[in-house]
């Protein structure tokens, strides 16, 4: 009896429709928000800098996509891709950025410029550099609303206030017409989340929203972020270098290294079972609250690699202490993005039986 390859995928009920051949996805529907091989390259004096290699993942309506990595991974330039907002002639970018289905990539930019805005929208990491100095920060949300919403000023206005008010600024209608440097650092990203979602955008993302602000602050915007979401069902892309932002406000998880994604699963798989010894060294180097450690926090050795001159074989053989263990593979090849079940997938040259090993060691030396 002969096995059909579609039934055995389609056994995997965990497996997302972005993981599946193109021809089963289209069966099963797409994904609001699926990015397919996107390459992002800049032409530079010293060489081409692969700041984007080979990326793919996706989400749904109503569903957060933690994206985790070390500055320099990719994380920011992928998003700036997906809205649209590199220079002209800087970039040489390819593959695919679908939403719902309309492909951006060689989009036309005045399209592009109508989806902004009104069908997704960004929360900028600085929002003191992201909003203008010279204009308050009412008239701002109010231009943003009103450049795909044909009203008045007045309905404007009134509608920006209320954004003030639903994102917790105080006295919104007093401070809608104060600058940006009259907020603090947290009434700024909240002024800035007012702007991003005034038109109810179908796709939210947030590159660093936390930065910079103490801890109690961040617990409060990620909370708001949550609300929203919940309000205007949004899919959302949370992008950041710290996996405890992402704990437990993230569906999924991609984490990236040097442009590409090394794992990608559930929230619960990568905190739980993390297959790749990236993913390890990021959750050995933040504290946790679910367990007792009884081991110092350890940093990943080293550096980021340049995107000039990236690795041969594995991008992170330099800095991972398991090489040994795949006969070479690790100085020669580049590991792809596997499925190892469920929707989990890893890029890594260590055998399954290596990986639960190294993990469970890892466990051991970090709980007690």
Same mark, same amino acid.
């Given at each position: 009896?002969?096995?059909?390859?579609?039934? %055995?995928?389609?056994?995997?009920?965990? &497996?997302?429709?972005?993981?599946?051949?193109?021809? =089963?996805?289209?069966?099963?529907?797409?994904?609001?928000?699926?990015?397919?091989?996107?390459?992002?390259?800049?032409?530079?004096?010293?060489?081409? &800098?692969?700041?984007?290699?080979?990326?793919?993942?996706?989400?749904?309506?109503?569903?957060?996509?933690?994206?985790?990595?070390?500055?320099?991974?990719?994380?920011? &330039?992928?998003?700036?891709?997906?809205?649209?907002?590199?220079?002209?002639?800087?970039?040489?970018?390819?593959?695919?950025?679908?939403?719902?289905?309309?492909?951006? &990539?060689?989009? %036309? /930019?005045?399209?592009? @410029?109508?989806?902004?805005?009104?069908?997704?929208?960004?929360?900028?990491?600085?929002?003191?550099?992201?909003?203008?100095?010279?204009?308050?920060?009412?008239?701002?949300?109010?231009?943003?609303?009103?450049?795909?919403?044909?009203?008045?000023?007045?309905?404007? =206005?009134?509608?920006?206030?209320?954004?003030?008010?639903?994102?917790?600024?105080?006295?919104?209608?007093?401070?809608?017409?104060?600058?940006?440097?009259?907020?603090?650092?947290?009434?700024?990203?909240?002024?800035?989340?007012?702007?991003?979602?005034?038109?109810?955008?179908?796709?939210?993302?947030?590159?660093?929203?936390?930065?910079?602000?103490?801890?109690?602050?961040?617990?409060?915007?990620?909370?708001?972020?949550?609300?929203?979401?919940?309000?205007?069902?949004?899919?959302?892309?949370?992008?950041?270098?710290?996996?405890?932002?992402?704990?437990?406000?993230?569906?999924?998880?991609?984490?990236?290294?040097?442009?590409?994604?090394?794992?990608?699963?559930?929230?619960? /798989?990568?905190?739980?079972?993390?297959?790749?010894?990236?993913?390890?060294?990021?959750?050995?180097?933040?504290?946790?609250?679910? =367990?007792?450690?009884?081991?110092? !926090?350890?940093?990943?050795?080293?550096?980021?690699?340049?995107?000039?001159?990236?690795?041969?074989?594995?991008?992170?053989?330099? @800095?991972?202490?398991?090489?040994?263990?795949?006969?070479?593979?690790?100085?020669?090849?580049?590991?792809?993005?596997?499925? !190892?079940?469920?929707?989990? @997938?890893?890029?890594?040259?260590? %055998?399954?039986?290596? @990986?639960?090993?190294?993990?469970?060691?890892?466990?051991?030396?970090?709980?007690?």
């Amino acid at each position: 009896m002969t096995t059909n390859p579609e039934d %055995s995928l389609a056994e995997v009920g965990d &497996v997302p429709p972005s993981t599946l051949p193109a021809s =089963r996805a289209d069966k099963i529907g797409h994904r609001f928000l699926e990015v397919r091989d996107l390459r992002v390259h800049f032409p530079t004096d010293d060489g081409i &800098v692969k700041s984007v290699d080979d990326l793919s993942f996706g989400v749904d309506r109503g569903q957060t996509l933690g994206i985790v990595g070390e500055s320099g991974s990719g994380k920011s &330039v992928t998003s700036l891709s997906v809205m649209g907002l590199h220079k002209k002639g800087t970039a040489r970018i390819s593959g695919e950025v679908l939403l719902d289905g309309e492909n951006l &990539v060689g989009a %036309s /930019e005045e399209r592009v @410029r109508g989806l902004r805005g009104k069908r997704m929208a960004m929360i900028f990491q600085d929002p003191l550099s992201a909003m203008h100095p010279y204009y308050t920060v009412g008239s701002q949300i109010i231009e943003a609303y009103r450049i795909h919403n044909k009203v008045t000023k007045q309905v404007a =206005r009134k509608h920006a206030i209320d954004m003030l008010d639903r994102v917790g600024i105080p006295n919104p209608k007093s401070r809608a017409d104060d600058y940006p440097h009259q907020f603090s650092g947290g009434m700024r990203q909240r002024a800035m989340i007012a702007m991003a979602l005034s038109c109810d955008p179908e796709l939210l993302i947030a590159d660093e929203p936390t930065t910079a602000l103490d801890v109690t602050v961040q617990a409060q915007i990620l909370d708001l972020i949550r609300d929203l979401q919940q309000e205007f069902n949004s899919a959302v892309i949370i992008i950041t270098h710290d996996l405890g932002v992402v704990a437990e406000l993230a569906d999924d998880i991609m984490v990236m290294y040097a442009g590409r994604a090394v794992e990608y699963s559930t929230a619960s /798989e990568i905190f739980n079972s993390p297959q790749h010894p990236y993913t390890w060294g990021l959750l050995r180097s933040m504290p946790r609250l679910d =367990r007792e450690r009884t081991a110092r !926090l350890v940093p990943i050795k080293g550096t980021p690699p340049s995107l000039i001159n990236v690795p041969d074989g594995c991008p992170f053989n330099p @800095r991972c202490p398991h090489t040994a263990l795949t006969g070479g593979a690790s100085h020669s090849e580049v590991p792809v993005l596997r499925d !190892l079940g469920h929707g989990h @997938r890893a890029a890594c040259h260590l %055998s399954a039986a290596d @990986r639960a090993r190294l993990w469970n060691d890892n466990e051991g030396q970090t709980s007690g």
